[in-house]
């Protein structure tokens, strides 16, 4: 139920109850919590798919690697960089290093 809620909050007009609803999903973290943030991937929003894609990024390797992906051509350049700068944290390359 609490995603759910916190699926409806990421339509909210408020930036700030859109955000607060980012930062809950990503600490509360899980399947879950990776769908409803998948979802806001598809907001005309720029800040909030920014947003996003660092809690996504947050959750870890394997939900930045199955959702930032496709970011990496999104037509806001500051969205592309955080998608891109999320999936090199997560490369193999750099745990070679």
Do not use: F
């Not at 930062?23 to 998948?38: F, I, T, Y």
């Not at 394997?62 to 999104?74: E, H």
Request: no cysteine; net charge negative; aromatic share 2%.
């Amino acid at each position: 139920m609490a995603a759910a809620t916190l699926a409806q909050a990421l339509e909210d007009p408020s930036s700030r109850v859109r955000k607060a609803a980012i930062r809950s999903l990503a600490l509360d973290g899980g399947p879950e919590a990776e769908r409803v943030l998948s979802m806001g991937l598809q907001s005309p929003d720029a800040a909030l798919r920014r947003d996003v894609v660092d809690a996504l990024g947050l959750l870890g390797s394997g939900a930045a690697q199955r959702n930032l992906p496709p970011l990496l051509l999104d037509p806001d350049q500051v969205v592309r960089q955080a998608a891109a700068d999320w999936l090199a944290e997560y490369s193999p390359a750099k745990e070679l290093r």
